[in-house]
C-alpha cells in the first residue's frame, strides 16, 4: 500500500480503522488439495453479460456464475471507480483466474471445480452485512459437494 | 473479503483468500490470506501472464494446507511490468491522437477522439473477444448523452429503466471502458497508472469527466451529487484537483 497515491491510501487506512474487529478464530480443515473440489467467490462486481448489472446502490446481493462459463461471456459492474479495469479488460484471469483453475483441475492439482461460482460487489459497508448472503451461499455451496473456497477481490 | 472467508468458515467450508490491502486482512484476520504486492483491480497479478497468475493461484491454494491459522503469509514476487511503471517514460502519453477538434464543444471533441479510437477497441474486442461496455448503447450516444448534463436540460436517459444517475454512471463507465480497451491495443505496451494518466490528464473524455463531476455536485438530485462525490473521477484524481 506504500506504493498507492496518498489520497487512496489514506481512504484505505482510515477504512481499516473503521473495520469490524472478530474475537472468534474459525477454521475448519481443508481436505487435500487433490481431492478438493473448489469454487470461487469473488467481490469484483462479476456477471454474465446477460445478466442484471449490480445495484447502483451497494448491497450484499449476488450473481451466479456457472462454473462453465466462458471467460468472453463475464463482464464487470462494480461501481467503484477506485481501481484498475485495463487488466480485466485484456484478460479476466488477472481478476477471476477461472482459465487458471480449470488447467489446475485437469493436472490434477485439485480435484475438481465446483458447478458454480459466485459474485459479490463489495462495495457495501461495513463487511458485517454479507454474513446472511454467506450463510445463504455456503448452504448451496455443500449442495455442490464444494470442500473449500477461494476468496478473490478487485 | 476477510469478513466473508470467517462467515464461511463458521458455516463449515474451508477458505482461502487473496489479499490486495493488507492493513485490511490483518485486523478482520480471516483464516488463511496471500497477501498480494499488486495494484487495485489486479489479484492474480497482471493480464496475459498465465505462468505468473497460476503461481498466485497455487500459492493461494497451497494455504489451504495450513494446520492451524490464521495464516497471513505474503507473496513475494511483484507484478510482471509493474517495475516499468515506476520509471518516467512509463508515465509519458502512451498513446497517439491526432488533432483535436476545432473550438472547444466537449461533443465534438470527445466523437473526434472516438473516431479516432474506434479501430483500436475494434481490435481489443478481437482479441480479448468481449465488448468492453454494459450498456449495449452505442459510445457515439453515449458520449452525446453524458455531454448533456453539462446543460440544463439533460437528454432522456437511453433506458427508461434506469434513474438519471445510473444511466450516467453507466454511460460514463462505458466510454472509459471504451478509451482504455482502445488505448491498450496500440502498440507499446503501455501499463496501467500510463493509461489512467492519459485519460485524465489527455484527454477529452478526462476533461468531460471532471466537468460532469461538477455538474453533479451542484445538482438538485442528491443520486447525482452522490455520484459527483463518489463514483465519476477516482479519489486520486479529484483529491489531487
Known amino acids: ?121 463489495g462495495a457495501a459497508w461495513p463487511p458485517t452485512r454479507f454474513e446472511a448472503s454467506a450463510k445463504e451461499l455456503a448452504g448451496l455451496l455443500k449442495k455442490d459437494r464444494v470442500d473449500a473456497i477461494l476468496l478473490t477481490p478487485v | 473479503m476477510s469478513a466473508l472467508a470467517r462467515y464461511f468458515e463458521r458455516e463449515g467450508l474451508a477458505t482461502t483468500h487473496v489479499s490486495l490491502v493488507r492493513e485490511h486482512t490483518e485486523v478482520m484476520q480471516p483464516p488463511r490470506a496471500l497477501w498480494v504486492p499488486f495494484m487495485l483491480g489486479r489479484p492474480f497479478g497482471a493480464p496475459n501472464a498465465p505462468d505468473f497468475q497460476r503461481k498466485v493461484l497455487v500459492a493461494a491454494l497451497r494455504l489451504l494446507e495450513a494446520e492451524r491459522g490464521p495464516v497471513l503469509e505474503e507473496f513475494p514476487e511483484d507484478a510482471p511490468g509493474s517495475a516499468q511503471e515506476d520509471e518516467p517514460q512509463g508515465l509519458a502519453c502512451p498513446i497517439n491522437l491526432g488533432p483535436r477538434a476545432a473550438g472547444d464543444d466537449p461533443a465534438a471533441q470527445v466523437l473526434g477522439e472516438i473516431a479516432q479510437l474506434q479501430p483500436w477497441h475494434d481490435i481489443a474486442v478481437q482479441r480479448s473477444g468481449r465488448a468492453a461496455g454494459l450498456t449495449g448503447v452505442g459510445v457515439e450516444e453515449l458520449a452525446r448523452f453524458a455531454v448533456s448534463y453539462l446543460g440544463a436540460s439533460p437528454r432522456p436517459s437511453y433506458d427508461p429503466n434506469m434513474s438519471a444517475a445510473e444511466a450516467l454512471k453507466r454511460a460514463c463507465d462505458d466510454l472509459k471502458a471504451f478509451y482504455l480497451a482502445a488505448a491498450s491495443a496500440q502498440p507499446g505496451n503501455s501499463g496501467a497508472a500510463a493509461l489512467e494518466q492519459w485519460f485524465w490528464r489527455e484527454t477529452a473524455a478526462g476533461k468531460l469527466f471532471l466537468l460532469l463531476r461538477q455538474a453533479c455536485l451542484e445538482s438538485a438530485d442528491k443520486s447525482l451529487r452522490t455520484l459527483g462525490e463518489k463514483l465519476l473521477v477516482p479519489r486520486v484524481i479529484a483529491g489531487a484537483r
Not at chain 1, 67 to 96: I, K, Q, W, Y
Open chain 1, 1 to 121: 500500500m506504500a506504493d498507492l497515491p496518498e489520497p487512496e491510501r489514506a481512504h484505505l487506512l482510515e477504512m481499516a480503522g473503521r473495520a469490524p474487529r472478530f474475537s472468534d478464530r474459525p477454521w475448519v480443515r481443508s481436505a487435500p488439495l487433490a481431492r478438493c473440489r473448489i469454487a470461487l467467490v469473488t467481490t469484483a462486481g462479476l456477471h454474465r453479460a446477460s445478466d442484471r448489472p449490480f445495484s447502483f446502490v451497494p448491497g450484499t446481493e449476488y450473481r451466479v456464475i456457472p462454473g462453465d462459463t466462458p471467460a468472453a461471456e463475464l463482464t464487470m459492474s462494480h461501481v467503484s471507480v477506485n481501481f484498475d479495469r485495463s487488466g480485466f479488460h485484456a484478460d479476466l484471469n488477472v481478476v477471476f483466474p477461472v482459465d487458471r483453475l480449470a488447467e489446475l483441475a485437469q493436472e490434477g492439482f485439485i480435484g475438481s471445480i465446483a458447478q458454480y461460482h459466485y459474485s459479490f460487489m
